[in-house]
């Protein structure tokens, strides 16, 4: 068996590397400066913070696939012209590097049956940002240990109020970034302040019905968190709908723009 990172050989029931701290492979691997033709350009994938498992296992696809790599420790060298295909064998090998659940855990199940695909998606995610271990059983129920019962009940909660935000906004489908964006939120967040100060302000009002409607419409900007700017969007909404309704009441103008004020505090 070798290390398929330094090279080392092994007996068979060696299982992972003294040094690397990887799984072993059968093959004996080729050295990085040998992948490729000599003329032909390589590129270094950086794979330091991946998992030992994940780099394992990206090393099991490449061979699978037949693609010519070589390693240099973490760092994994292919042919420039396999490029592509390796981009999409990382993604695979990232992926499946979740959280792992522990065989002699005692475990809970969850029914996922009145959960859409796309919802299962958002829990996953979710589950996998929070750090809990997670998998699915044949029939299609979560499990996770049951000591992270609360936890996984929080992030259910979160989940599911973030997708019943998305249902009730809709999709936006405005595009503003950059400096346009910052001067829409810097603008809709002065016109909030206003109007917490002075619910009544005639001039503020008609602007932030103009302002909020816009912004409640944009699409997530680059470098936005989703569920921070499903808020943003709630807020405006709220904000534009008090705004106008005719019978409004001015603590309801207040409230709602004290709620955006906030929730735009720290985004511009
Ligand atoms: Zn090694």
């Not at 064998?89 to 065989?103: K, M, N, T, V």
Request: charged share 30%; with cysteine.
């Amino acid at each position: 068996m070798y290390c398929f990172q330094c090279a080392r050989e092994y007996v068979e029931e060696v299982t992972e590397c003294v040094e690397c701290g990887v799984g072993l492979v059968e093959d004996k691997p080729t050295p990085p400066e040998e992948v490729g033709g000599q003329d032909e350009p390589q590129v270094a994938y950086e794979l330091y913070e991946w998992s030992f498992e994940s780099r394992r296992m990206l090393e099991g696809l490449l061979t699978s696939e037949a693609i010519p790599h070589g390693w240099q420790g973490a760092v994994l060298i292919v042919r420039e012209a396999d490029e592509d295909r390796v981009d999409a064998l990382a993604e695979q090998a990232e992926e499946a590097d979740g959280p792992i659940l522990e065989d002699d855990a005692e475990k809970i199940g969850y029914d996922m049956d009145e959960w859409t695909a796309e919802a299962q998606g958002a829990l996953v995610k979710a589950l996998g940002l929070a750090g809990i271990p997670h998998m699915f059983s044949a029939e299609g129920e979560l499990i996770v240990a049951e000591e992270n019962e609360d936890k996984v009940d929080e992030v259910i909660d979160q989940v599911t109020h973030r997708l019943a935000v998305d249902d009730e906004l809709g999709e936006a489908t405005q595009v503003i970034e950059g400096l346009k964006l910052n001067d829409l939120l810097g603008d809709v967040r002065t016109l909030a302040r206003k109007l917490v100060k002075n619910s009544g302000d005639a001039k503020s009002t008609l602007s932030m019905v103009k302002h909020a409607e816009l912004l409640s419409d944009v699409k997530t900007p680059f470098g936005f968190d989703g569920n921070r700017w499903s808020q943003i969007r709630l807020r405006c909404t709220q904000m534009h709908g008090v705004l106008t309704d005719e019978d409004r009441e001015e603590e309801d103008v207040r409230d709602a723009a004290e709620a955006l004020a906030i929730e735009l505090q720290e985004v511009v």
